[in-house]
């Protein structure tokens, strides 16, 4: 069992910055790839951003040179560094996280709320 805890969300207006975080705990032997996706009202859940266990990293066209997915492997930790946000930007933020105990699974978090007022 695996438990993505995510924190940091909030209302914020356009061209402020956001900081989210999420933690994994749980049963695994490690963790690969983790990432950040986002569920806007009445739209389909969207890719943000990934980052590989090697600190290869991969954005969304909409907020490439405005946000930065990091990781502390250490902590099993993911951190989503959001600058200059837009009303657009508005969504449910979800972390993932890829771990490995036997087979691969992909674990989910509860999603955090992120409001940007214009």
């Known amino acids: 069992q695996v438990q993505l805890v995510e924190s940091g969300g909030g209302l914020v207006q356009a061209g402020g910055s956001l900081r989210l975080s999420c933690a994994a705990s749980?049963?695994?032997?490690?963790?690969?790839?983790m990432g950040w996706y986002r569920q806007a009202p009445g739209k389909q859940r969207e890719l943000v951003a990934t980052?590989?266990?090697?600190?290869?990293?991969n954005y969304a066209d909409s907020v490439k040179g405005r946000f930065t997915i990091s990781r502390d492997n250490a902590k099993n930790t993911v951190f989503l560094q959001m600058n200059n946000l837009k009303p657009e930007d508005t969504a449910v933020y979800y972390c993932?996280?890829?771990?490995?105990?036997?087979?691969?699974?992909?674990?989910w978090g509860q999603g955090t709320r992120v409001t940007v007022s214009s």
């Open positions: 993932t996280a890829e771990t490995v105990y036997w087979l691969t699974r992909t674990a």
């Open positions: 749980g049963t695994f032997d490690r963790i690969n790839a």
């Open positions: 980052i590989t266990s090697g600190a290869s990293t």
